[in-house]
């Protein structure tokens, strides 16, 4: 999944990217990016149908958003 980030990346320079994946894929990118241990990251929490945000800029990633689930309760 990271392979495939990078590759991105360079295709859509300064470009908003949407990747959509299961969980764990996506919790080993992001353990990846903020320099969370790979083993260690199962610690986080990654919802079916939730959303994550990083930004990846060239001076260093940021985790904006973790696990963003709107509530469709009124």
């Known amino acids: 999944c990271v392979a495939a980030t990078e590759r991105i990346r360079k295709i859509r320079p300064d470009e908003t ?7 764990d894929p996506l919790r080993s990118l992001v353990a990846h990016y903020v320099d969370l241990p790979l083993l ?3 610690r986080l929490t990654i919802d079916n ?20 689930v709107q509530s469709l309760t009124a």
């Open 17 to 23: 990217v949407v990747i959509v994946s299961h969980g």
């Open 40 to 42: 260690s990251f199962r």
């Open 49 to 68: 149908g939730s959303v994550s945000i990083l930004r990846l800029t060239s001076q260093a990633p940021h985790l904006m958003t973790l696990n963003w």
